[in-house]
């Protein structure tokens, strides 16, 4: 298996636990990355095959939309995480 290299950051919490995980079982925090990786890679792959939108891409055109907001750029994260920063 060929590997490339990745430079990644977490959040303290999930660092703690990955290490607290990677120490219970032996392996690497990285072999626990890339099984996590692996699963998000395949619901996605899932999820597209079973037609499944992307929630993502429903937001394309939202700003065009006369009934939508005026305000997407300046408040985008409430539009797409449902919070303000």
Known sequence: MRLKRKQIY???ASEHTLK???TETG??????????VRAYVD???SDR????PD????LIGICDDSNGPG???LHHDRYLY???P
Do not use: F, N
Request: net charge positive.
């Open 10 to 12: 977490l959040e303290l």
């Open 20 to 22: 607290k995980i990677a």
């Open 27 to 36: 392996l690497s925090e990285a072999e626990h990355i890339r099984r996590a």
């Open 43 to 45: 619901q996605q792959r």
């Open 49 to 52: 095959q079973s037609g499944q």
């Open 55 to 58: 929630p993502l891409l429903q």
């Open 71 to 73: 305000d997407g750029a």
């Open 82 to 84: 449902g919070r303000m």
